[in-house]
C-alpha cells in the first residue's frame, strides 16, 4: 500500500487503500484503487448514506437495482443513493482508478471496516460481511 501524501488518511480497503482527500460532516471525497479482478462487494443497499463511484482510469462493472452487470468506462459513474441496491466489481486485467465521494462523510466509519474484510482476491466471509451491513444501517441484498 502506497501513502499518498495529499491523503488526510488512509483506510485500507481490498489489499490497497483509500485515500481520503478530503472530508467534512456532509461529504468525504477519497481516491482508490480497484484491483484487477476484484469482485467486489455482494450486492447491498444502504440506508444512511449516499455513495458516487466515478472512474478515472481502467473500467468496472456495476449493478444496479436487479440489472445486469454494464461496463463503467472512464468518465462513467456509479451513481447509488440510499436505499438503491447495487454493487461494482473489476472484472479486467487491470486495476481500475476512481473517485469515491460518501455523504454524509460518517460513511467512511462503513469503509474502514467493510474495506478490511473485502479480500483483493477470493470470497470475503459472508457472516462478517452480513453484520458489518447490519451495524451501519445496510444490508446484503442477493
Known amino acids: 500500500m502506497n501513502v499518498d501524501?495529499?491523503?488526510?488518511?488512509?483506510?485500507?480497503?481490498?489489499?490497497?487503500?483509500?485515500?481520503?482527500?478530503g472530508e467534512s460532516e456532509g461529504v468525504a471525497?477519497?481516491?482508490?484503487?480497484?484491483?484487477?479482478h476484484f469482485a467486489g462487494p455482494p450486492p447491498h443497499i444502504h440506508h444512511g448514506f449516499d455513495?458516487?463511484?466515478y472512474v478515472l482510469?481502467?473500467?468496472l462493472t456495476?449493478?444496479?437495482?436487479?440489472?445486469?452487470?454494464?461496463?463503467?468506462?472512464?468518465?462513467?459513474?456509479?451513481?447509488?443513493?440510499?436505499g438503491e441496491r447495487h454493487?461494482?466489481?473489476?472484472?479486467?486485467?487491470?486495476?481500475?482508478?476512481?473517485?469515491?465521494v460518501w455523504s454524509p462523510a460518517s460513511a467512511l466509519e462503513f469503509m474502514e471496516e467493510i474495506g478490511a474484510a473485502l479480500p483483493a482476491s477470493g470470497p470475503p466471509d459472508p457472516t462478517r460481511l452480513a453484520?458489518?451491513?447490519?451495524?451501519?444501517?445496510s444490508e446484503i441484498s442477493p
Not at 501524501?5 to 482527500?21: E, K, M, N, S, W
Not at 454493487?87 to 469515491?100: H, I, K, S, W
Not at 453484520?131 to 444501517?137: G, S
Open 5 to 21: 501524501p495529499g491523503a488526510t488518511r488512509l483506510i485500507p480497503y481490498a489489499g490497497d487503500g483509500i485515500r481520503v482527500l
Open 51 to 53: 455513495e458516487a463511484i
Open 62 to 82: 456495476m449493478v444496479r437495482g436487479r440489472s445486469e452487470p454494464e461496463l463503467v468506462p472512464v468518465g462513467g459513474l456509479i451513481l447509488a443513493p440510499k
Open 29 to 36: 471525497l477519497c481516491e482508490l484503487t480497484v484491483p484487477p
Open 87 to 100: 454493487t461494482f466489481a473489476n472484472p479486467t486485467d487491470e486495476p481500475a482508478r476512481v473517485l469515491g
Open 131 to 137: 453484520e458489518i451491513y447490519r451495524r451501519h444501517d
Open 57 to 59: 482510469e481502467g473500467a
